[in-house]
């Protein structure tokens, strides 16, 4: 049974940055791909970056240039480094291993607010 799970979200002010993480049980190297999704209050999940075995990467319009996606495949972790965090940016982030019909973490808020 894979289990991901993941930490670092929290309440941040406009214009500043949280690094999220998502820690498999089992080796990351093992799924074509890893990604962030998001879900704010009234709106459909969507995707915020992924990252493939190999190592490329692709984001959501609304992020691009400011948010990155990066994996270390030692530490079975993705991580989702985000910067310059709007109030639109507020939602819970989940972490997915293989796409919508594979593997989902219970999620983590991040607030963006003064």
């Known amino acids: 049974q894979v289990q991901l799970v993941e930490s670092g979200g929290g309440l941040v002010q406009p214009g500043g940055s949280l690094r999220l993480s998502c820690a498999a049980s089992?080796?990351?190297?093992?799924?074509?791909?890893m990604g962030w999704y998001r879900q704010a209050p009234g709106k459909q999940r969507g995707l915020v970056a992924v990252?493939?075995?190999?190592?490329?990467?692709n984001y959501g319009d609304s992020v691009k240039g400011r948010f990155t996606i990066s994996r270390d495949n030692a530490k079975n972790t993705v991580y989702l480094q985000m910067n310059s965090l709007k109030p639109d940016d507020t939602a819970v982030y989940y972490c997915?291993?293989?796409?919508?019909?594979?593997?989902w973490g219970q999620g983590t808020q991040v607030t963006v607010s003064s």
């Open positions: 990252i493939s075995r190999g190592g490329s990467t």
């Open positions: 997915n291993a293989d796409g919508v019909i594979g593997y």
């Open positions: 089992g080796s990351i190297f093992s799924f074509n791909a």
